[in-house]
Every structure is written in structure tokens, then in C-alpha cells.
Nanobody, 115 residues
Framework: QVHLVESGGGWGQPGGSLRLSCAASGITFSAFHMGWYRRAPGKQRDLVATISVGGGTSYADSVKGRFTISRDNSKNMVFLHMNSLRSEDTAVYYC?????????WGQGTQVIVSS
């Protein structure tokens, strides 16, 4: 059974930092491309960042230079380091695992950026 469990969400101040974590189980983690997505209130779920099996990364324009995605295959975890937070980063953040035709999602973790 596959589980993706996000953690680390919560409240952050504008200009501040948060780190999200996603722990995976039930998959061969190192074989999966991983990603972070987010759904802001009233909006669709959008891509935030991805990291490939080989470690290559990509980012949405809105988070480039502020967010960093990383993975630790020894721990079956992927991280999202969020710096210089903005109010528009407020959203539910989801972890995604992708391999060929298999896609798995976590339940999400809420991030609220407010002073």
C-alpha cells in the first residue's frame, strides 16, 4: 500500500521560511519522480516544483529563487524549502510521486502566510 505523508505546514510570516517534508512508503522511492503542487483557495492545483530520479529540478516561475526542492533517497523523503514567503504562497501543498503510469498523491498540508 502506497502512502505519501506531508508535514511541516502551518503558519509562516511574510519574508519567513518553512520546510515541508513528504515521507513515502510502499514504493521504490528512488525510481519515482517527485513533485510538490499547491492549491490556493478558490484556485486549481498548480505545479510548484519537481525533482527527477536523477536529481534534476524544475520550478514554477512564481517560486523560482525562493523555493528549493530536494530528496533523500536513503530516507524515502522529499522536501520543499520555502524562503521569502509571500501571502500568495498560502495554499494546501501536495506531494506527488510519478513513475511511468503510476501516480500517487499525498493528502496535503496547509500553509498560511500572514502577518
Amino acid at each position: 500500500q502506497v502512502h505519501l505523508v506531508e508535514s511541516g505546514g502551518g503558519w509562516g510570516q511574510p519574508g519567513g521560511s518553512l520546510r515541508l517534508s513528504c515521507a513515502a512508503s510502499g514504493i521504490t522511492f528512488s525510481a519515482f519522480h517527485m513533485g510538490w503542487y499547491r492549491r490556493a483557495p478558490g484556485k486549481q492545483r498548480d505545479l510548484v516544483a519537481t525533482i527527477s530520479v536523477g536529481g534534476g529540478t524544475s520550478y514554477a516561475d512564481s517560486v523560482k529563487g525562493r523555493f528549493t526542492i530536494s530528496r533523500d533517497n536513503s530516507k524515502n523523503m522529499v522536501f520543499l524549502h520555502m524562503n521569502s514567503l509571500r501571502s500568495e504562497d498560502t495554499a494546501v501543498y501536495y506531494c506527488k510521486a510519478l513513475h511511468l503510469f503510476s501516480t500517487y498523491w499525498g493528502q496535503g498540508t496547509q500553509v498560511i502566510v500572514s502577518s
